[in-house]
């Protein structure tokens, strides 16, 4: 093959003007030109392309065709086929890779932080501000379906495995000794529904109020406290937002602002709203008034029941100690800024109390307690959760032996995460 | 002088777009869903450039920029609707009714004219930066004129038992045809609803065979009843398909842009052929992948739990491997998310547009010399309301 017949193809040209698809003669480098494009149209009239104007258009399908554009008129383009010809313009042009710059910057700018302030004044300002006021006019019976809506979506979402939702503890003697520590506790007052305390099957050390009454503590913090009073001030505090009513302001703020979140977000990959809502309620960061004002309820409580409300202070120490007071991330009764502040308003209530203390449970009671999710009574159908590499739910089957495990329980385990777990009784 | 039709030529290929989907697909779940404005714009050219009627490709010249603009400008205006609206409607859905299906439904109907008004916006938008040999296509603005209709007609339909259905379908398909130009020429959609109505034949029969099946399981023995039943569901499968190839024949034969008239054959055999076809493969690949992705996050499991044990028997590593199996977890999600959109690419949406493409024609196309370039459309806002509201349909 010559280099004159290399240098002269056939190609299709738009002009841009009109809808006409003209089969010119293109020649690539003329001699006389060997910079150029030289296309001659049908009609014989002759265009001139500069070969650093050549533009290729991106992400074209068809292997072996380019569509040509000039950086210099938006509207002209010019199809050449064939394997040879596209490969000896993509060697001529210099630029043909190119991007155009992009257009409206400024635009771009004003109107990507006028979606910020929007979304922020909306979901901290605007939806709090709602939710607080809708809070007091929410009937006792709509609070409860909010509430056992939202506790069945935590409970799923808890669960790893996915389907079913996170099991109960519901061992006969632990249960008997919870509910004697509410029933000594008596901090339900008015509720205008009852007080539903749960234990999740869960290594978190963390426990979390509802709306409707709803109390959870998890596995792990159970396991986590050294002696029931501990358990029962962090009940007490929980109870405390119950009747304060700060998780329903929280579930309504969620309402409003997980949409919104969503938004902007795009629900690229469906459910993570749904997640993201539990994650949410379940590390509430209530506002420091809040947490002081439910750290105070427990404080007369605990006082009422003859329970030292310094086992608050002590219950809150102990997780400092154990996550550092910046590292709670997980435990939201561990991630207040001023814990400190709080353990030392445990402590003077406490001596300001100068109550008789009596034990809240027995020994007994107490280590039925910590077996309550030790006889693997499961609430749900235990075929209902489906085996994945993830899962590591023990087999729920009574007498199968503890899973086999080191000897040892994270002390910041995972929201969602694989670990071993062993029998509560044998702790030390 | 006379020319004969252009054929559509189509040369879209299965491997190129599977690489092009699942990069662009990867790259939007990694950089949270920004990315998506850029993936679909890459998708968009690539299905544009494909389709070649005489040889020509079509050009999509749409930029990921002007989405996002677009998208910004929609949040602003959305974020306050989504918030606030859906607030106060969990509010009223508790207080009165004790559930929240209440405020779905009342936040869906609330915003279905919203849809209808984006997808309008979305069409005007695309079509203002579609190009064939090099002319603009265009729509003129009247979404909220469509909005309106749509609503009314999805009323009609519904309280019909959907036996108005073409009927909609035709009148929709012309506001936004009449509304269309190819350069300085208006497209027009002729022809009459009822024309749509032997597309409709396999469906009709088979919700009317069903209906009477429906009722004669109840009030007789024959188990005969309950077949006939049960053969409905693959007939009103085949009945969806034909509908769709054959109200898109009436509709396509019945357009005219200046004289230049369309005539297209999709075959309801094969659209349905590779629907079945195309989301079983795109279903086994996925099982396919889900099992490859749940052997290796075992593997790395194992390998992260075997590799420390000193770590683990001393404490405090332990949530590492807690942390990697929910880093797993997490990535093994959107992974599978990622690849069904991608199968679905390759094995469904590409195959059907080849099969509409290549059995479409332009007839009289020695008018289209006459047709003459449209000015620019602006519409910075793009399709913001689309995305902002995910109802930019597949592409």
Known sequence: ?428 | MILPPLKTEYVGDKGALFWLALKTGALTVITLGLYRFWMKTRLRRYYWSAIRPGGAPLEYTGTPWEKLLGFLTAVVVLAFYIGVVNLLLMFVSFSLFQGNFVAYAMSFVGVLPLIFFAQYRARRYVLARTRWRGIRFGLEPGAWGYAWRAAVHWLITLASLGILWPRMAFALEKYRVDRTFYGTVRLEQGGRWTMLLPAMKSLYSAAAISAVAGVMIWSSDNPMWALAFLLTGPWALYGMAKWRADSFRLLTGAKRMAGVQFQAQPRSGRVLGIYLGGYTLAYLCIVAAVVAVMFTLGMALAAGLSMNPQAILEGDFSSIPGWSATFFFVMGYFAIFVLWGVFTHVFVTLPLAQHFAEETEVLQPELLAKITQRARDEFAEAEGFADALDVGAAL
């Open chain 1, 1 to 428: 093959m010559s280099d004159q017949d290399q240098n002269r193809l056939f190609a299709y040209y738009a002009n841009g003007q009109d809808a006409r698809w003209q089969r010119v003669e293109v020649q690539l480098a003329p001699a006389v030109h060997p910079d150029r494009l030289r296309l001659t149209l049908p009609d014989g009239a002759v265009e001139e392309w500069p070969l650093y104007v050549l533009r290729r258009l991106p992400d074209q399908a068809g292997r072996a065709s380019i569509l040509l554009s000039r950086s210099d008129d938006p509207l002209s383009r010019l199809s050449i086929r064939g394997k040879g010809p596209v490969d000896h313009i993509k060697k001529l042009a210099p630029d043909l890779l190119k991007r155009p710059p992009v257009e409206n910057v400024g635009r771009m700018v004003k109107w990507g932080l006028g979606a910020i302030a929007s979304v922020a004044l909306i979901i901290f300002v605007l939806v709090p501000v709602m939710a607080d006021q809708l809070a007091e006019f929410l009937p006792p019976e709509g609070e409860k379906a909010l509430g056992d809506k939202t506790f069945e979506q935590i409970r799923v979402a808890l669960n790893q495995a996915g389907a079913a939702p996170l099991p109960l503890c519901t061992a006969p003697a632990g249960t008997a000794a919870l509910e004697e520590m509410r029933v000594r506790l008596n901090a339900e007052g008015d509720l205008p529904y009852p007080l539903q305390v749960h234990v999740l099957d869960h290594d978190l050390v963390n426990a979390f109020a509802l709306p409707g009454g709803h109390v959870a503590l998890f596995r792990g913090l159970i396991e986590a406290a050294e002696t029931p009073e501990e358990v029962a001030a962090v009940l007490a505090h929980e109870i405390g937002h119950v009747a304060h009513r700060d998780p329903t302001r929280d579930a309504l703020r969620s309402a409003g602002s997980i949409g919104v979140l969503g938004l902007l977000f795009g629900d690229f990959a469906g459910g993570t709203a749904v997640l993201f809502m539990a994650n949410q309620l379940i590390n509430a960061s209530y506002s420091q008034a809040a947490e002081a004002g439910a750290d105070e309820f427990a404080h007369e409580v605990l006082t009422d029941a003859e329970v030292s409300p310094g086992a608050l202070g002590t219950m809150f120490a102990r997780l400092r100690d154990k996550h550092g007071d910046a590292e709670g991330i997980i435990a939201h009764l561990a991630s207040h800024p001023t814990m400190a502040d709080r353990i030392e308003a445990a402590r003077v209530a406490a001596e300001a109390s100068g109550v008789e203390t009596r034990p809240i449970l027995s020994e007994a009671e107490w280590q039925e307690m910590r077996a309550i999710c030790g006889e693997r009574s499961y609430e749900a159908l235990p075929e209902e959760a489906p085996e994945t590499m993830a899962d590591a739910q023990p087999e729920p089957v009574p007498d199968t032996p503890p899973h086999e495990v080191p000897e040892d329980v994270p002390s910041t385990p995972p929201v969602v995460g694989v670990d071993g777990r062993e029998d509560a009784n044998t702790r030390p």
